[in-house]
């Protein structure tokens, strides 16, 4: 087994990124990443009738955004020997969760409430993560208040919170002790720098979900640039 460079939270031009997916592989890849998820938006109804529709992947065509994360992830493997995770961010803007569902393979309702929405994910063999679960240093925001809210009841519904979030540390949920993971939230390519997740686990999606899921070999990594292959010593990352 070996430490492997993450990124589960990354979004395309199927919602609100800049990249469209095979860019977002090229990306990642040619940096040297050795798993990442694509992780675009699903709306709540409320936010689609506030006008917001242009910027999630619409539920008729869900099942075309995931063949072409499958081919992509049949690309990436081949080209870079990277994992790709097809995955959605179910963001609720209306209520004020956003969960991220990684090896997703069929719709789900982002107005779901949270516990059907992670008995969903499960359901689907797929792992629930809390999205930047606290106030954003950068802009203030708290796009997932409710989850932060109701923190105690569902600390451990959840596989995994976000401990970090591009710039953002969140030390509240270091001190609660969660299960956590490291993300960029990608939108542009300066995301790319940002945190990042390094797992201990072997290369391949259940061990990957595994190793999320118990959280006894993560750590946190914040990326600045260069190639991460040439951050390697001869015994390893």
């Known amino acids: 087994m070996d430490w492997l460079y993450c990124d589960f939270h990354i979004h395309t031009t199927w919602s609100d990124g800049a990249l469209s997916i095979s860019e977002i592989v090229e990306l990642?890849?040619?940096?040297?990443?050795?798993?990442?998820?694509?992780?675009?938006?699903?709306?709540?109804?409320?936010s689609l009738q506030d006008g917001r529709s242009h910027s999630a992947v619409p539920e008729d065509q869900f099942s075309q955004y995931l063949q072409e994360?499958?081919?992509?992830?049949?690309?990436?493997?081949?080209?870079?020997?990277?994992?790709?995770?097809?995955?959605?961010?179910?963001?609720?803007?209306?209520?004020?969760?956003?969960?991220?569902?990684?090896?997703?393979?069929?719709y789900i309702n982002p107005d779901l409430g949270v516990e059907e929405i992670i008995e969903a994910i499960r359901f689907q063999g797929g792992v629930s993560v809390a999205c930047h679960p606290y106030i954003r240093n950068h802009s203030g925001?708290?796009?997932?208040?409710?989850?932060?809210?109701?923190?105690?009841?569902?600390?451990?519904?959840f596989d995994a919170w976000e401990v970090a979030n591009r710039d953002d540390l969140f030390n509240v949920v270091g001190l609660k002790?969660?299960?956590?993971?490291?993300?960029?939230?990608?939108?542009?390519?300066?995301?790319?720098?940002?945190?990042?997740?390094?797992?201990?686990?072997?290369?391949n999606i259940e061990a990957v979900k595994q190793a999320i899921r118990s959280n006894e070999a993560v750590s946190l990594f914040l990326y600045r640039g260069g190639p991460l292959k040439a951050l390697q010593s001869p015994e390893g990352r």
């Open 69 to 106: 994360l499958w081919s992509a992830a049949r690309h990436a493997w081949e080209r870079w020997n990277m994992l790709v995770i097809p995955g959605v961010e179910l963001t609720n803007n209306t209520s004020k969760y956003h969960i991220l569902a990684l090896d997703v393979k069929e």
């Open 28 to 46: 990642f890849g040619s940096t040297g990443f050795d798993v990442i998820a694509i992780t675009d938006h699903v709306l709540d109804s409320g």
């Open 141 to 157: 925001e708290a796009p997932s208040e409710y989850l932060w809210t109701h923190h105690e009841r569902l600390a451990s519904l």
């Open 177 to 203: 002790k969660f299960n956590y993971i490291a993300n960029s939230d990608f939108h542009e390519e300066k995301h790319l720098r940002s945190w990042k997740t390094l797992l201990r686990c072997r290369a």
